[in-house]
């Protein structure tokens, strides 16, 4: 009795039905069915191999693609007519390293950037890549892991900014490419180099004093970034800096806790006073950004060694007038700006 559809679908994914039954179903006049034999993970050679030559670029794509697929098989489909199952073959990383260098000079920008991408790629191609007329083959050699430290140099120094990006984030790029690329003109490519968690320290530091709320966000990300300049971020204007930090798995546990009640609405106004005498900054000035903190302990912050933290006192919806008009005489330019700022000073002011 001839088994019904489900049957044939079922037998073609189960790991236990015999290799010269998937052969057989390999050739099924299904294309569904077909390219349903070669999600089995004990697909044979010889399903493969007719498959290759499938007359549905799906199927052929999906036997490119698959690392079971023998290499002869591989190296015969790279001729394929079709640049989608020739980019499969790219950036399959079982292709024979011939075979990729061969598919390094396709005429399919989409293939290049395949063979680009694949670790498989052999060094000296993937140098060649790095010079690439095409800006996502280039950008696609710049996060390969694989391409040469000299070439990340290279492309470090590219006139795409999405390609100098991918060099940033790349972890195997050369520390003194990442110094470069750390004062980037782009916001962008500076943020990637914050991000990466190969960055040396000193740079890093250097990334922390961006101009740029979001580059100092990746910095505040970073699991590399030291707690010293993290404890620096905890005092961040950015809200998502500061959430950063919070969620940066090398921020000591003990801190986090005490700066989510410090900063939680909600916490008792005895807690936050004693708080506020805690000898964390990141804790004083989640304090001091509290709307629910009570006067008194604003102006016991106000007085704090702190300039970020008296600031923001001095922003604080809560903080009485007479605390605000002796901020606006602080010694920080930034504190009195933002004392003069606060609506209860401008009311005074008018």
């Known amino acids: 009795m001839a088994l019904s559809t489900e ?20 050739s099924n006049e299904d294309p569904n069915l077909r390219r349903s034999v070669l999600s089995n993970p004990n697909v044979p050679a010889d399903a493969l191999r007719i498959l290759a030559g499938d007359g549905w670029e799906s199927v052929r794509s999906a036997v490119a693609g698959n690392q079971a697929t023998p290499p002869d098989t591989l190296a015969y489909m790279a001729g394929d007519s079709s640049k989608k199952v020739r980019a499969a073959v790219a950036g399959n990383q079982t292709t024979p390293p011939d075979t990729l260098a061969y598919l390094t000079g396709d005429s399919s920008k989409r293939v290049r950037a395949a063979a680009a991408a694949n670790p498989a790629t052999l060094p000296d191609r993937l140098t060649s890549l790095a010079r690439d007329e095409s800006e996502a083959v280039r950008a696609a050699a710049a996060k390969n892991t694989a391409t040469p430290s000299g070439a990340l140099t290279h492309l470090a120094r590219d006139t795409t900014a999405s390609v100098r990006a991918a060099v940033a984030a790349n972890p195997a790029t050369p520390s003194s490419a990442l110094t470069d690329l750390a004062v980037d003109g782009s916001q962008t490519v500076r943020t990637a180099a914050a991000e990466n968690p190969t960055t040396p320290p000193g740079i890093l530091i250097s990334l922390a ?30 809200a998502v800096v500061r959430a950063g930090v919070a969620e940066n798995p090398a921020t000591p546990s003990g801190a986090k806790t005490k700066v989510v009640v410090a900063g939680n ?59 605000l008009a002796e901020l606006m005489r602080d010694v920080s330019q930034d504190v009195r700006r933002a004392a003069s700022g606060h609506p209860a000073a401008r009311q005074q002011l008018s």
């Open 209 to 238: 004093r961006d101009e740029s709320g979001l580059v100092r966000a990746g910095v505040a990300a970073n699991p590399a970034t030291p707690p010293a300049i993290l404890t620096s971020l905890a005092r961040d204007d950015s």
């Open 7 to 26: 049957d044939l679908f079922a037998a073609a994914e189960d790991p236990t039905t015999p290799a010269e039954r998937l052969v057989a179903l390999a």
């Open 265 to 323: 609405p909600a916490t008792p106004q005895a807690t936050l006073a004693q708080l506020a005498s805690d000898s964390s900054d990141w804790v004083r000035m989640e304090v001091a950004r509290n709307p629910t903190t009570p006067p008194s302990t604003l102006v016991h912050l106000a007085r704090d060694t702190s300039d970020w933290i008296r600031r923001a006192v001095a922003r604080n919806p809560s903080t009485p007038p007479s605390t």
